[in-house]
């Protein structure tokens, strides 16, 4: 047995013995999400004992070092634990912010102090994070964003307003970028850390179309910053930003893949009108080439081969995959798709499921920011 | 999915080279189909294609071949797909190889085709379209041997090949794969007719009928009524390597149209400034990158006999006809005029995915066939 298979068979061992079986039931609604945080409230004893055992193992973090809280487990050994995990239908212990985004950004431009301070809280869900990047004057033209940060001496003095912050009421620190110079668009802004509960910081959620409210306006009055929690350079702070950009773009075209890329979608829907099937069968071919190339670019991406333009692109088919897919979902439905407050319809999970859709195609950069980038970065159009 | 190894860049680079050099339109396409030539490529040509070792992707080291498989053959027909080099690789060296692999024909054929002598061909279509378990030809045993009756069409280099594969019905009916015999049948049988159109990439693609074509048990490819498995395996490797072909014509008649968007200028301006064409490109590429990692991912399962193999070859064949069509018809229209000149080189590519499009199955077909293979 080479090292690998005898890896995989430890794995299962070890997974069949500590993943509680109600962790093994597919997410029904977002209650069944574990974010972790100072406030998050365990659903049920097993989705606490699942998240507990695998922050011990460092497997919420499986390739972060074992320094951090992480796994320490080789890109190989990674996917094999996610071939297991998704062999029994486990669900991901913790989902977060921290994992996808802020972790890798720390991992690349922190110092050692903090990675040692925030790395292992993100590993253990201690810590929900939230994004404050987008501002009411400041959405596709990013850079554009106008949240003051003043230097005081002995702390950062922010004002100012961020909108689309995901999750912001029930976040516990943000990380934010905010404008620490005006003699520069670009070069003139820094990559913050704050504790969400910092006197001055307020949030109002906002009501989507979804009827639900995912994210909110967050407000900076005065908040006082201490000074150590800039990651990277002051004023260096863009290039954080599109760094974490592109794990936030990575994991939001994930979502084309929908159940995972070893599923169709005709298989789940079992369609029985004829131009629905073929419809479905389209998708199904493109969806499964999509996540050939999600598989071909995170090779790539860890043999470092990969063109920095590339997460740009995979956003772009994926989400407008997804939307389609849930377009799809929608057809297959019918008039049943339609019920928005029944209990058979799940509180209409499934039309509210399709409205949040359209956001992945906006959310991030839009499809047509991540057309501009492809455009100048790879194709080298003039002008882009 | 693995990268490719040092090794598969070695023969990516050795096959760029030479096609890059010596197998572009000007030299090849263009020549041999104002020439009138009747093959519709160079035999000369397709020797060097032996010389290279190139033949031998597929063939076992046993027989002299290099023992490589499907992901290396698509690596070379990336590139004979952006030089649209003419060449009877593809139904050769690598569908006809595969189907008679492991068989008593390939200690007769292998020798030749790896010398660049040999071309085989696939005769599979009776209808107008791609439908192999609708086989309906007869093969009706008579003494030793069969008896072949009936009609073949789209049997690309029918008339260059010295040996054709075809598919008749010994058993079962329309619409079963079993039942199915693969029969070898060379070059100048008694009874068989060959009628050739040049189609529109100027290759040449040929209908057969056999009128009482006699044949010995010998020429049977495989076993009797289990002429689906060798077929199988050449289609897999025949879709997995159009598909690969399409990925380079799509690659090449894009980078065609993003270099036109840097020089053309109108309104004073390089057209590729404005943001509808970028756009269109932009996404025209990443369209290309999908099918790109789909024909990979096919032929990697291919080679590691996955058991979703088949799946993902209709997925790579469904996907690059898609992002091909795509990519020459954008590429012809942000030509503009000069783009429907046959001066200009963009229209090659849109007939050469007209016919690889059609080649071993189209879109709908693969589409069909990936919700059948996924049980829907």
Known sequence: MTELES?????????EANCPPEMREPVRSEADICWGGRNWTFQSDAQ?????????????VPDWPKDYGGGGLSAAEARILKQEMARIGARPPLTSFGISMLGPALLKYGTEEQKRHYLPQIARGEIRWAQGYSEPGAGSDLAGLQTRCEDKGDHWLVNGQKVWTSYADKADWIFCLVRTSTESKHGGISFLLFDMETPGVSTRPILLISGNSPFCETFFDDVKVPKDQVVGQVNKGWDVAKYLLGHEREMISGMGLGGGASATLGAALKPDDPFLRAD?????????AFSAMSERFAAMFKAGEAHPAMPSMMKYAGTELNKRRHELIMAAGGSDALEWDSDRSKQGKAARDWLRTKANSIEGGTSEIQLGIVAKHILRLPGA | MTLLTDDQKMLQETAASFLRDEGGPAKQLRYWRDTGCTDGYGTDFWKRFGELG??????????????????????????????????????TAVAGVRAIDGTAHA???FPQILSGDAVLALAVDEGKSHRPEATAMAATRQGNGFLLNGDKRFVVHGNSADMILVAARTGGSAGESDGITLFAIEKGASGLSVDTATVADGSKASR?????????????????????????RALGAGRAGAAAELVGVAAAASDMTVDYLKQRKQFGKLIGEFQALQHRAAHLDGEIEIARAAALKAAQALDSGDERAELWVSVAKAKAVASAALAVQEGVQMHGGIGMTDEHDIGLYMKREAVLSELFGDERYHRARVAALSGY
């Open chain 1, 48 to 60: 606490r004992r699942w998240l507990e055992v695998m922050a011990e193992r460092g497997w919420t």
């Open chain 2, 54 to 91: 190139l033949n031998g992707i597929c063939i076992p080291e046993s027989h002299g071949g290099l023992g490589l498989g499907a992901t290396e053959a698509a690596l070379v027909l990336e590139e004979i797909g952006r030089n649209l080099t003419p060449s009877p690789f593809l139904t």
């Open chain 1, 7 to 15: 890896f995989r068979a430890e794995t299962r061992c070890w997974l």
């Open chain 2, 208 to 232: 057969l009928r056999f009128d009482n074509v006699a044949v010995d048990s010998d020429a049977v490819v495989g076993d009797v009524d289990g002429g689906w498995a060798p077929l199988s």
């Open chain 1, 280 to 288: 479905i069968a389209a998708f199904d071919v493109d969806a499964l």
């Open chain 2, 107 to 109: 200690d007769r054929w």
